[in-house]
Nanobody, 124 residues
Framework: QVQLIESGGGLVRTGASLNLSCTAS??????????MAWFRQAPGKEREFVAL????????YYGDSVKGRFTISKDNGKNTVYLQMNSLKPEETALYYCAADISPTMILRAPRYWGQGTQVTVSS
């Protein structure tokens, strides 16, 4: 069983930065064998893709709205994927989820594993 645990969310002001962490708990390495991604969802809104990193870490993808401000990275030794978020905006208030899947193509459609999420609230 794979358990994804997010942390690092909180209440911040407009323009602030946050670094979210997603640690995978499993019997073996996860972040270096699975593609990892971040999604976010606000109440009443559709789930939005934020960022993805492939197994090797050599390829990353970002949603259009976060390009240039967010950075996804990972630490294989810590079995952790990160999302550095800069210049946060109020409209980016949402529950941020970590997801994992062995296929980068499938993770964008229906990820195999989800975390419980960490709340990010950006005040105006």
């Amino acid at each position: 069983q794979v358990q994804l645990i997010e942390s690092g969310g909180g209440l911040v002001r407009t323009g602030a930065s946050l670094n979210l962490s997603c640690t995978a708990s499993a019997s073996g390495p996860i972040v270096n064998t699975y593609a990892m991604a971040w999604f976010r969802q606000a109440p009443g809104k559709e789930r939005e893709f934020v960022a993805l990193i492939n197994r090797s870490g050599g390829t990353t993808y970002y949603g259009d709205s976060v390009k240039g401000r967010f950075t996804i990275s990972k630490d294989n030794g810590k079995n952790t994927v990160y999302l550095q978020m800069n210049s946060l905006k109020p409209e980016e208030t949402a529950l941020y989820y970590c997801a994992a899947d062995i296929s980068p193509t499938m993770i964008l459609r229906a990820p195999r594993y989800w975390g419980q999420g960490t709340q990010v609230t950006v005040s105006s």
